[in-house]
């Protein structure tokens, strides 16, 4: 994790800078007003991963300055990260300090936590950990009220859970997720918010039915659910897969089916030109699917999943690399229109930005 220069003052004129390269950027493509969404200032980071100095009998959070790893920053507070983790880090290296069973080879430190007050705490060691370990770390867990996980070469030791449940107010509804270590979430869960409420404008008068692309443990798959008939959704992961199945079921929604499947699979599948059990009884062949979501990689979309997105009339992309959307949409617009296009400052006081596009068939 790189170390961003945290200055209030100075956000509103770097959130101006990524507004007018997004604008110069995208400038061939006749882009609509650009719908900007802004990032808290400070405690914006829900999840976050430090490496752990050992200096003698000092033990300190490190951070490396942009560029270069050979140059570790001793950390003695962090306002990026959220309140909840800022308020307990360094009272819990207090206690590992102290404590060689805890102490020795650590290299890392992850944590994990929510907007609800849920923390989740990852030990990494560079040593075998075992029924010692877990003496020594088991009062951690009252005393500062979070749950544990202790990772070493080939070893996973949890207590007592190794994910937390966030809960994000969209549009007046509070949903819920299931959150697991080491699995892809939002960093910026205030951003994140956002991001969906976007999303759920952009589509609103779509109709039809969804198909999701790379649908991670269901953080747009839920919301969106509401503007359309129906909604089919891919993902790769396992893990992923199963908080997502979870998510639906905890939020009481009826109208999802999500496949462990690469996405190209699927289209093959709607398409009629493959079959496989793992769709069976699902009836895809009465959906009637008017949008794509897509929210890939930073390598964004390669060509032939362009070449299956361009099929749909909606188009909804998420996307984290200026520079792969910019490749995509020279493609994309080929066929479809721009009718939206979002900023989401997911990473303040960095030059990371993420886009949102909404477009529709020409």
Known sequence: MSLPKVDPSQYEAQLARKKAY???????????????????????????????????DDLDYVMFEPGNKHAPVKLTACPMVSE???????????????????????????FLSTLSGELLVSLLYHRPIGEEWIEAVRPLRTQFGIDIIGRSRKNKIVL???????????????????????????????????????????????GGDLVEFYC????????????FRRVVATEISKESVRSARFNIEQNGIDNIDVLRMPSEDLSLVLK????TRKVQGLALETCEFSTVL?????????????????????????????????????????????????????????????????????
């Open 22 to 56: 997004v604008e110069e950027t995208f400038a061939e493509f006749g882009l609509p007003s650009v719908d900007l969404y802004r990032s808290p200032t400070s405690h914006y980071r829900m999840r976050a991963e430090f490496r752990v100095w050992h200096d003698g």
């Open 84 to 110: 909840r983790i800022e308020g307990m880090m360094f009272e819990l290296l207090d206690v590992i300090r102290q404590d060689p069973a805890l102490r020795f080879k650590l290299f890392q430190i992850d």
């Open 160 to 206: 007592d859970r190794d994910y937390v449940i966030e809960a994000l107010d969209i549009n007046g509804r509070t949903y819920r997720y299931k959150q697991t270590e080491n699995s892809f979430t939002q960093p910026n869960a205030q951003v994140c918010r956002q991001m969906i409420e976007w999303a759920l404008d952009a589509s609103r008068d779509a």
């Open 216 to 227: 991670g443990n269901g953080n747009f798959t839920l919301p969106l659910a509401q503007n």
């Open 272 to 275: 009629g030109k493959k079959e």
């Open 294 to 362: 897509v929210d890939p990689p930073r390598a964004g979309l390669d060509a032939e999943t362009v070449s299956q997105v361009i099929e749909y009339p909606h188009i909804l992309y998420i996307s984290c690399n200026p520079q792969t959307l910019h490749a995509n949409l020279r493609e994309i617009t080929r066929t479809h229109r721009i009718e939206r296009f979002a900023i989401f400052d997911q990473f303040p006081y960095t030059d990371h930005l993420e886009c949102g596009v909404y477009l529709t068939r020409i």
